[in-house]
């Protein structure tokens, strides 16, 4: 597993935040119903008290420790019938005041008793990792098993259906293969798709994904660029991502302005990754020749060198629906 800390800190704070507000609003009800019914808040003094006597009994050496501890009980669980009495006489559920977790396994501490990360927490997880991996809506759209074969044909089907089984198994092993991939084709010819695809699968599987155009890469390098020539980098800087996640999906290489900086912040980010076994998708709109007229030796060496390539062919699929 190998969910952001960013995201891990703030699934943190949503279940503390549950916690606070399920204890605050019982604390309300309380206030309320004491303020309501005097009987009520009598029991719940009394209740208090038997508790403590309880645990005293409990603790006795005393021969007639178990009477003492049973009649105790007796008394509690009476008390509490009429309070549960009283709070529907009052039109009001049994549980009204008690502290209501929104998940009832974990209550709200993410973990299980076994020490088992919670079902709730996990798709906090995913949820926080969709938001932050920059996909959105599109996650939701669009998944390995929605990739219809069936807008393609001759050639390009086969070589869609290549790509389909090697993005599904790169979407299982990236991390431990720390293999690349490049997605060359036209648009609308599925390569976003496949990559949204791949994405999903990854976040699912815990990795912390970062799914960006080349041309908001470079923004984020040009905001550091400029935000740095003012002295102000005390923060984290935006490209900081590119380099650290497990995943990062580069869409639409080629777009982007070409210049020296652009160039050697592409490089950067493509160089550091394979030098750390970190994977990477690039997928381009661009052809072989295209790429090797547009960038330098150093970039082209590892995209050639580096990256496994598929190619999508056929006609555009959002024409064709
Ligand atoms: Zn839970």
Redesign the pocket.
Known sequence: MAFSMENYKYVQDILARRRTEAEDKARRNTAWVHEHSEEIREIDRKLSSTGFALIRAAMDKAPDVRERVAALREENLALQARRAALLREMGLPENYTAVIPV?A??K?A?HLDSGAM????RALLVEAGYRSSGLGSLLKKQSFDNFSLHFYEGDARRLASVALERAKEFAESFEKTGQNLLFMGGTGLGKTHLSTAIAKRAIERGFDVVYETAQNVISDFEYDRFKSGYGQSEDVPRSEKYFSCDLLILDDLGVEMSNQFTLSALYNVINTRINLGKSMLVSTNLGQKALLERYDERITSRLFGEFNPYLFRGTDIRLQK
Do not use: F, I, K, S
Request: one cysteine or more; aromatic letters at 0%; proline letters at 0%.
């Open positions: 998940c396994a974990c709200d993410g919670c079902a709730c927490m």
